[in-house]
C-alpha cells in the first residue's frame, strides 16, 4: 500500500461545476499539506499549503484536512476550461524537508 | 527570473553518454530539492541541499548520478552512462527553509535513445 493515495482519473466536468479532488494517506505523522497544480508539460506550481487540520481558503478554492480520516481535499468553485490540468497532493512530517506526493488527477474542464 | 529554472529544458541523447541538468533557484532559498517524475508515476525524490551541503542522498537510483551545488544557489545533476530506464522528467525546487513550501521549476525533459 502506497503511503498516498490519489485516484488518477481523468475527471471531467462542465464548466462551472464545482470540483472535488481527494487524497487518503497512512502515514498518521503527516502535519503539512499540500497541492499543486501541474500543465502538460510544466512543473508542479503550489497552490494550498496547510498545516494540520482544518479548511484553508483561497479565491474559488478550499482545501480540507481531515487528519482522524487521513484524507484531505481539494475543492474547486466555478472551475473553468483554464483549470484542467493534474493536481498533486503533498504531505510531510513536521521537521522534514520530504515530501511524499500522490500519483496525480486529472482534470478535464469541459466548456 | 523569479521563479526556479532549469536548463536545458529537453535533452535527447544516446545510451551511455552522460548529461548535466541544471537547477537555477529562488534567490535567497537556501534549500534546493531534485525529484524524478516517471509517466504514471508520482515524484520520486532524489536528492536535497542545505546550502551546498547534500545531507540526504537516499534517492539517488545508482552511483551513475551524482549532484552538486555551489555558492548556495546553481546546482548541477550529473547522469553518468546513462541508460534508457533514465528517461523521466528531471524536477527541481527550492525553498526558504526545511518546513517551507517548495517551489518547483518547469523541468528537464531527458530521453534515452
Known amino acids: 500500500q502506497k503511503e498516498v493515495e490519489q485516484d488518477p482519473g481523468p475527471l471531467s466536468v462542465p464548466e462551472g461545476a464545482i470540483v472535488s479532488l481527494n487524497c487518503t494517506y497512512s502515514?498518521?505523522?503527516?502535519?503539512?499539506f499540500m497541492w499543486y497544480r501541474q500543465y502538460s508539460r510544466k512543473g508542479p506550481e503550489l497552490l494550498m499549503y496547510t498545516y494540520s487540520s482544518g479548511n484553508k481558503e483561497d479565491g474559488r478554492f478550499t482545501a480540507q484536512v481531515d487528519k482522524s480520516s487521513k484524507y484531505i481535499s481539494l475543492f474547486i468553485r466555478d472551475s473553468q476550461p483554464s483549470d484542467s490540468a493534474t493536481y498533486l497532493c503533498?504531505?510531510?512530517?513536521?521537521?522534514?524537508?520530504?515530501?511524499?506526493f500522490g500519483t496525480g488527477t486529472r482534470l478535464k474542464v469541459l466548456a | 527570473g523569479a521563479g526556479v529554472s532549469q536548463s536545458p529544458s529537453n535533452k535527447v541523447t544516446e545510451k551511455g553518454k552522460d548529461v548535466e541538468l541544471r537547477c537555477d533557484p529562488i534567490?535567497?532559498?537556501?534549500?534546493l530539492y531534485w525529484y524524478r517524475q516517471s509517466l504514471g508515476q508520482g515524484l520520486e525524490f532524489l536528492i536535497y541541499f542545505q546550502g551546498n551541503s547534500a545531507p540526504d542522498k537516499s534517492g539517488l537510483p545508482s552511483d551513475r548520478f551524482s549532484a552538486e551545488r555551489t555558492g548556495g544557489s546553481v546546482s548541477t545533476l550529473t547522469i553518468q552512462r546513462t541508460q534508457q530506464e533514465d528517461s523521466a522528467v528531471y524536477l527541481c525546487?527550492?525553498?526558504?527553509?526545511?518546513?517551507?513550501?517548495?517551489?518547483f521549476g518547469d523541468g528537464t525533459r531527458l530521453s534515452i535513445l
Open positions: 534567490s535567497g532559498h537556501t534549500a
Open positions: 502515514n498518521s505523522a503527516f502535519q503539512y
Open positions: 503533498a504531505m510531510s512530517e513536521v521537521g522534514t524537508y520530504k515530501y511524499i
Open positions: 525546487a527550492s525553498s526558504s527553509g526545511v518546513e517551507q513550501p517548495q517551489h
